[in-house]
């Protein structure tokens, strides 16, 4: 069999977005690029490709995300590693990441990363601001692990730095211009309707936000003027229908708001100035 004939028989076996999901297996797998891909389609496939491809097609075909299996993603063009037990960056979050980055002066500006994960928010915003100083805080060792390892693929080691911290009940000891976070916001009970792909795989720690869903907007509001600079920038991405519940919750607090929409136009991401 040559590449060509890989990719397709790989699609075949995979079904729906098979010919996408295929060609980034067998990239991964025979460890090429797209280019070199499409370029080398007539090139034959060794046993151990094939060995390798139908563990992968095994794994895809009981539900397991495609990410988890390739061990990595890209969000806001960079590539990132991810493993169970870290949630796969959305690309909904890209939203919160360039609101973000659009309201960041040119001055130096320090900021906090709650509920890391991947590192993804914090690495991407290092990455595209060079006048920032990013600290990266979870719970989870599993996520500091991997977000160390995406400091270092991104080469943002000297700016981004990352902490174990239980934002619960804890918070940063110093002030940072900018406070942003992606927290666990599914509600308890709306977990088990979700899909397999998520609800099966992806670490619950990171979607559960509680019987309402807003435990995490609700500490980090409640405890921010510990942490943020007044004048800082509060700023969260939400689901579709929280937006007045946690505009309501920062300003009873002392914030500015405002809610940004993604482009399904729900509301997505709450952004607010600490007055
Ligand atoms: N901040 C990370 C992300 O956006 C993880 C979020 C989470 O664990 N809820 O991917």
């Known amino acids: 069999m040559v590449i060509s004939e890989f990719v397709r028989e790989t699609a075949k076996q995979l079904g729906d977005n098979a010919r996408f999901e295929a060609e980034l297996m067998v990239m991964s797998v025979m460890e090429m690029d797209r280019t070199r891909l499409v370029l080398n389609g007539k090139l034959p496939v060794m046993p151990q490709h094939t060995y390798r491809m139908n563990k992968m097609i095994e794994r895809r075909k009981k539900g397991e995300p495609l990410q988890y299996i390739l061990g990595e993603t890209e969000f806001m063009s960079l590539d990132f590693f991810v493993r169970e037990g870290v949630l796969i960056p959305r690309s909904d979050t ?10 960041i002066s040119d001055k130096k500006t320090t900021v906090a990363d709650i509920c890391t994960g991947s590192g993804c928010i914090g690495i991407s915003i290092a990455h595209y601001k060079k006048n920032t100083d990013i ?6 060792d599993i996520a500091l692990e991997t977000a160390e390892k995406n400091i270092k693929r991104n080469n943002v080691s000297e700016r981004v730095k ?4 239980d934002i619960l009940n804890e918070y940063p000891k110093k ?6 976070s992606n927290p666990p916001y599914i509600e308890n009970a709306v977990i088990e309707t979700l899909q397999t792909e998520v609800k099966d795989y992806e670490p619950r720690i990171a979607l559960d936000g509680g019987e309402d869903g807003l ?15 007044k004048g800082g920038l509060l700023a969260f991405e ?20 405002e809610v940004i929409k993604d ?11 600490l007055k």
């Open 94 to 103: 890209e939203i919160l990441v360039e609101t973000v980055i659009d309201k």
């Open 135 to 140: 600290e990266l805080f979870d719970i989870s």
């Open 162 to 165: 990352f902490y174990k911290m």
């Open 175 to 180: 002030k940072y211009d900018v406070v942003v």
């Open 215 to 229: 435990v995490f907007y609700r500490r980090i509001t409640e405890t921010a003027h510990n942490f943020l600079k």
């Open 238 to 257: 939400i689901g579709y229908n929280q937006g007045e519940s946690v505009r309501g919750l920062m300003q009873n607090d002392f914030y500015d708001t």
């Open 263 to 273: 482009l399904n136009d729900n509301d997505r991401v709450v952004i607010g100035k």
